[in-house]
């Protein structure tokens, strides 16, 4: 039995420039973060002449093409396997549609299965750009490229994305404290709504092709945020941090009627009214996980929002990335 598992993600700075409608005419820049909180994809050979592919649902077909989960269709065709006599299951630490990158972190971890089975040594960049030509040039998916390279490369990362496709990765010079106090005052609760990003992305996209000018501004400012939010990082400066993330979101909220709604706004008041110094939505909005900084006052903040119903996930960094666990 072959077993990959692939980092989720959160968004640090400049989330949303990452998308080929605003960076192939402007370029991108986020700074994100692996956590250890994966998906795990397992494949075995069995003895009979079909696929057998389990996650939320179960299918048993004989070719590749009738598979219906669209990226396990695709990553196999891709990789050129059709012979059936397999059984591929996923699952997840953390539930999808709730905004930590599950997708590239889905399509990333079948990629490093798939190329285990067929004895392929490739490197997690190169599985990154694959899993992005799954899901943005195949599937046509309005998605950018920040999933997928997180989930394969893992880490404090920043990414520059060149207006001819290229992606540049670079690990964030944070010092060993400040990346130790970073991840004691990151506190992230669940807020019990699962969405599908589609609509608020397809919504940026095409904006940006229509030269919005307000969204065009928006996500100029949100890349300036990004190369602050290093900055922040870098120097040690974790309160500007936590402020950058406070305006990070007001422009998120910004971009898209859909991005929050009053529930949400309330939990991040009350956040605030207990000890948070910044915070935002992770992923493209709507639902998903609520992240903040605090520091003297994280108890009394995780108080608050555990008695207004919010379940908190603790997690930590993932140096690894994506990574095969059984072989």
């Known amino acids: 039995m072959i077993i990959a598992r692939s980092p989720l993600r959160i968004s640090l700075g400049g989330g949303g420039t990452d998308l080929p409608s605003y960076y192939e005419r402007f370029g991108g820049f986020l700074i994100t973060a692996a956590i250890d909180k994966y998906i795990y994809i397992t494949l075995h050979e069995t003895f009979v002449p079909e696929f057998i592919i389990k996650y939320s649902k179960l299918e048993r077909v004989a070719q590749a093409a009738q598979i219906e989960h669209p990226i396990i269709r695709e990553a196999f065709q891709m990789m050129g396997i059709d012979g059936g006599y397999l059984e591929l299951t996923s699952m997840a630490d953390i539930p999808s549609g709730t905004g930590l990158g599950s997708s590239g972190s889905f399509t990333t971890a079948l990629l490093k299965v798939l190329h285990a089975y067929k004895r392929n040594l490739v490197p997690n960049s190169e599985i990154a750009a694959q899993a992005c030509d799954i899901e943005i040039n195949r599937l046509k998916e309005p998605v950018g490229k920040q999933d997928q390279y997180i989930a394969a490369l893992g880490g404090i990362t920043c990414f520059d994305f060149h207006k001819d496709g290229r992606v540049e990765a670079s690990p964030a010079k944070i010092a060993e404290e400040t990346r130790y106090n970073l991840e ?14 589609g609509s608020i992305l397809k919504d940026q996209h095409e904006r940006s092709k229509q030269d919005d ?3 065009l501004d928006n996500l100029h400012r949100t890349k300036e945020i990004g190369y602050a939010s290093q900055r922040a990082l870098e120097s040690g400066d974790l309160r500007e941090f936590a402020r950058l993330m406070d305006e990070h979101w007001q422009r998120k909220k910004a971009r898209s009627g859909g991005m929050s709604n009053p529930k949400i706004n309330e939990w991040y008041d009350l956040a605030q009214e207990n000890g948070a110094l910044g915070g935002k939505l992770i992923g493209a909005g709507g ?11 994280k108890s009394k903040l995780r108080h608050a929002m555990r008695t207004a119903g919010l379940k908190e996930v603790r997690f930590r960094f993932d140096f690894e990335g994506t990574k095969l666990v059984s072989s």
């Open 287 to 297: 639902g998903g996980f609520l992240m903040f900084y605090a520091e003297e006052d």
């Open 213 to 215: 000018e307000a969204m």
């Open 184 to 197: 004691d005052n990151l506190v992230m609760f669940f807020t019990g709504y699962s969405r599908s990003a």
